[in-house]
């Protein structure tokens, strides 16, 4: 089962990006931005992410990633483990199941804190 976010608890507006669509989202999905300017999903083909979806989103919208926030989640995580950003094709919200970078950890059951930083951007 892929992963899926129930909501932002809570997040710092400070370390948020803009950014435009280049795919469309879901709220969470782990974002890159391209060098064409535009956001597309991390996934298995993008080994980087710059921040997480705000809500979800179609191509051509404005969005706001979030670089640091807690997010609530319908699946199970690992608590303590760390959550990574790249999921299967389509994008994915950040998960302990996933490959690519570290984007944060999974603080309880379901609760991940969000804290992409340089290393997840590279």
Do not use: F
């Not at 370390?15 to 535009?38: F, N, P, Q, S």
């Not at 926030?69 to 699946?75: C, E, H, S």
């Amino acid at each position: 089962m892929p992963s899926e976010a129930v909501g932002w608890d809570m997040y710092d507006p400070r370390l948020t990006t803009k950014v435009i669509l280049a795919e469309a989202c879901d709220l969470a999905d782990c974002m890159y931005i391209h060098t064409d300017g535009l956001a597309y999903l991390s996934d298995n083909g993008e080994d980087k992410c710059h921040g997480c979806a705000l809500e979800a989103g179609s191509i051509g919208d404005a969005m706001t990633l979030v670089r640091n926030g807690r997010l609530r989640m319908v699946t199970a995580q690992t608590p303590g483990a760390n959550v990574l950003s790249c999921g299967a094709a389509g994008g994915s919200p950040p998960d302990d199941g996933n490959s690519g970078p570290i984007v944060g950890y999974a603080a309880e059951t379901y609760l991940i804190i969000v804290q992409i930083d340089a290393v997840s951007t590279t």
